[in-house]
């Protein structure tokens, strides 16, 4: 069996120990990124990550495929104070707005709304996390609000767009001399 690399990884649910056992987004990235194997790769902006380590877990494998390019995009985002802040900001913004949507139609959603919304927080981590319970049933529709969310996301504010290096040698391209 060939050795796994990002070229082949397959993306899925969870925490993985090793490329060999699968991949979340975050952990992708991790690899393109030449960091050690990680779902919290230091390149890549806290709240970014957090919301694509959620929504990896929430997806079928059709829509995690959609996730790929992410992987790529989102290392060098680790930003600043002020725009990891932005960040987590939007990702609050973006899930009332999916809350509200979702309590004006269901008394469940609500009840589920008011639970959240406790622990609605600025910090990275529990803004990724309200975000992605705010999406709810994944249809096509939400789909596709999330992965525009994980682009304005990655557009906010002045980050490195500079890709690391990878260690992966191209066959199609001859060794030095």
Same mark, same amino acid.
């Not at 090793?18 to 979340?24: L, N, V």
């Given at each position: 069996?060939?050795?796994?690399?990002?070229?082949?990884?397959?993306?899925?649910?969870?925490?993985?120990?090793?490329?060999?056992?699968?991949a979340?987004?975050?952990?992708?990235?991790?690899?393109?990124?030449?960091?050690?194997?990680?779902?919290?790769?230091?390149?890549?902006?806290?709240?970014?990550?957090?919301?694509?380590?959620?929504?990896?877990?929430?997806?079928?494998?059709?829509?995690?495929?959609?996730? $790929?390019?992410?992987? =790529?995009?989102?290392?060098? %985002?680790?930003?600043?104070? *002020?725009?990891?802040? +932005?960040?987590?900001?939007? &990702?609050?913004?973006?899930?009332?707005?999916?809350?509200?949507r979702?309590?004006?139609?269901?008394?469940?959603?609500?009840?589920?709304?008011?639970?959240?919304?406790?622990?609605?927080?600025?910090?990275?981590?529990?803004a990724?996390? $309200?975000?992605?319970? =705010?999406?709810?049933?994944? %249809?096509?529709?939400?789909? *596709?609000?999330?992965? +525009?969310?994980?682009d304005? &996301?990655?557009?906010?504010?002045?980050?490195?767009?500079?890709?690391?290096?990878?260690?992966?040698?191209?066959?199609?391209?001859?060794?030095?001399?």
């Amino acid at each position: 069996m060939p050795p796994v690399s990002h070229q082949t990884i397959k993306l899925s649910r969870g925490r993985h120990s090793s490329p060999e056992h699968g991949a979340c987004v975050m952990e992708l990235a991790s690899m393109l990124a030449g960091e050690g194997f990680s779902d919290h790769p230091r390149s890549v902006s806290r709240p970014i990550a957090s919301f694509l380590r959620g929504y990896n877990d929430l997806l079928d494998d059709v829509r995690r495929a959609d996730l $790929y390019r992410f992987a =790529a995009q989102a290392v060098g %985002t680790a930003g600043s104070p *002020a725009v990891e802040e +932005a960040r987590a900001a939007r &990702l609050l913004g973006w899930a009332d707005q999916h809350w509200e949507r979702r309590s004006s139609r269901s008394m469940l959603d609500r009840l589920r709304m008011r639970r959240v919304h406790k622990e609605r927080s600025i910090d990275p981590e529990p803004a990724g996390t $309200y975000a992605v319970h =705010a999406i709810g049933k994944v %249809t096509d529709e939400t789909h *596709a609000a999330a992965l +525009a969310l994980v682009d304005e &996301l990655i557009a906010i504010g002045p980050h490195s767009r500079e890709r690391p290096t990878l260690r992966v040698a191209d066959p199609a391209v001859p060794a030095a001399p």
